[in-house]
C-alpha cells in the first residue's frame, strides 16, 4: 500500500531522494519529483504510462525561484504573475539550460505554475529545485481530485501522497504563453479568459488539433473514464441508449427515465464554481457505477463553464447533436 498522511517533512524527504510524492493542489492533485533529476521525471513518465511527447508542468513557490529556470519573464507574464500566483495559472517560458529536455519534451519551452495550497507551498519552500508534476493519474483518465481517487488506480511506485482532502477548484490550470507578441491560451483551465483578458487585454485561444502538443495538456482526448461517456441532448440520448444501463452527468436537473441514483447533479444551484468542484469527482463516482454508458451535456459556456465543456469534450466518445 502507498503510504498517506500530511506529513510535509516525509514529502520533502522523498522529493529530495527523488521519489516520487503525490502532491495537493487548488486544481487536481499532481504527481510530483524533482524537475532537475532526469531519472526522478523518468519515473513519472512511466507509472503514468504517459507519452515522452507530452511535457510537464513544473512547480515552485515563488517568481524570484522560476527566473533561475528561464531565459526571461515578459512583462505580461509578470503582471499575470502577480496577479493570479499562487492560483491556477501556468505560463511558459523561454527555458534554460538546466532544465532537462525530458521535462519539456525536447520543447524549448518550460511551463511553470505556483499552486495555491498551503501544505504544497510549505513543501515547495524548503526545495532548492522545482517539482514536475502532471496529473497524478494514468495517461488519460479522469485527473484525481482526492486522495481516494489516486489510491484506486496505483498500488506502489509512488513514495507518499500528501493529503489535504478534495481540491477546491478541480480542473487544471489554465495555460498561457506569448507568441509573436501575441498572447495565446494552450488550455482553458481554473482562471477563465474573462479574468484574464481584464488584467492584459486580448488573447487568443489555440484550437489546433493536436497530435504532438507543444505545451501540457493540449491533447484531444485526455481526461476520460473507461465507460463511454457520450454528449449531446441529454433526452434524447436516453431514448436513443434505452437497452444500456444509461448513468447521467447534469449541470443542474435530473432527468426522467432514469434512476436517480444512477444521476449526478454538478450544481443544483446552477454555479459554475461549484460544477467545476465537482466535475472529475463526479466522473470518478460514475465510471464506477454498474452502468455502460454516461450521458452528458454542455454546462453554459462562459467563465470556468468553458473550462468545464472543454473537460467535457476531451472526455466523451462522441458528441451527439
Known amino acids: 500500500m502507498i503510504e498517506i498522511g500530511k506529513d510535509i517533512n516525509k514529502s520533502i524527504f522523498h522529493l529530495k531522494n527523488n521519489e ?3 502532491l495537493p493542489t487548488e486544481t487536481v492533485y499532481g504527481m510530483g519529483a524533482n524537475a532537475l533529476n532526469k531519472q526522478a521525471v523518468d519515473k513519472i513518465y512511466k507509472i503514468k504510462k504517459r507519452p515522452f511527447y507530452d511535457p510537464l508542468i513544473c512547480h515552485t513557490n515563488s517568481i524570484s525561484k522560476i527566473k533561475n529556470y528561464v531565459v526571461k519573464i515578459p512583462l505580461k507574464a509578470k503582471i499575470l504573475g502577480e496577479t493570479f500566483w499562487p492560483g491556477p495559472l501556468t505560463i511558459l ?7 532537462p529536455d525530458i521535462v519539456t519534451s525536447n520543447l524549448k519551452r518550460v511551463a511553470f505554475r505556483i499552486p495555491n495550497n498551503k501544505l504544497t507551498l510549505k513543501v515547495l519552500e524548503k526545495l532548492d529545485f522545482p517539482i514536475a508534476a502532471p496529473s497524478a493519474n494514468p495517461f488519460g ?3 484525481p481530485t482526492s486522495p481516494e481517487h489516486i489510491m484506486k488506480k496505483f498500488k ?4 507518499y501522497i500528501l493529503d489535504d482532502d478534495d481540491c477546491n477548484i478541480g480542473i ?5 504563453g506569448f507568441e509573436n507578441n501575441k498572447t495565446i491560451i494552450y488550455r482553458v483551465g481554473g482562471i ?3 479574468r484574464i483578458e481584464k488584467v492584459i487585454g486580448k488573447v487568443q485561444v489555440f484550437e489546433k488539433n493536436i497530435i504532438f502538443p507543444n505545451s501540457p495538456g493540449m491533447l ?7 465507460k463511454k461517456m457520450i454528449i449531446g441532448e441529454i433526452e434524447s440520448l436516453i431514448k436513443k441508449y434505452k437497452n444500456k444501463k444509461i448513468g447521467i452527468l447534469s449541470f443542474n436537473k435530473y432527468f426522467d427515465g432514469v434512476s436517480k441514483n444512477n444521476q449526478i447533479i454538478l450544481s443544483k444551484k446552477k454555479s459554475l464554481i461549484e460544477a467545476s ?5 463526479s466522473l470518478h463516482i460514475l465510471d464506477n457505477m454498474n452502468i455502460d454508458v454516461i450521458l452528458s451535456s454542455l454546462v453554459p459556456n462562459e467563465g470556468i463553464g468553458k473550462s468545464i465543456n472543454d473537460r467535457i469534450i476531451k472526455a466523451s466518445e462522441k458528441y451527439e447533436i
Open 141 to 143: 483518465y479522469i485527473s
Open 156 to 159: 506502489t511506485d509512488i513514495a
Open 20 to 22: 516520487i510524492v503525490v
Open 220 to 226: 484531444k482526448k485526455h481526461y476520460s473514464p473507461e
Open 277 to 281: 468542484k465537482n466535475f472529475y469527482k
Open 93 to 99: 517560458f523561454d527555458k534554460n539550460k538546466n532544465v
Open 172 to 176: 487544471e490550470s489554465t495555460i498561457i
Open 192 to 194: 477563465s479568459i474573462e
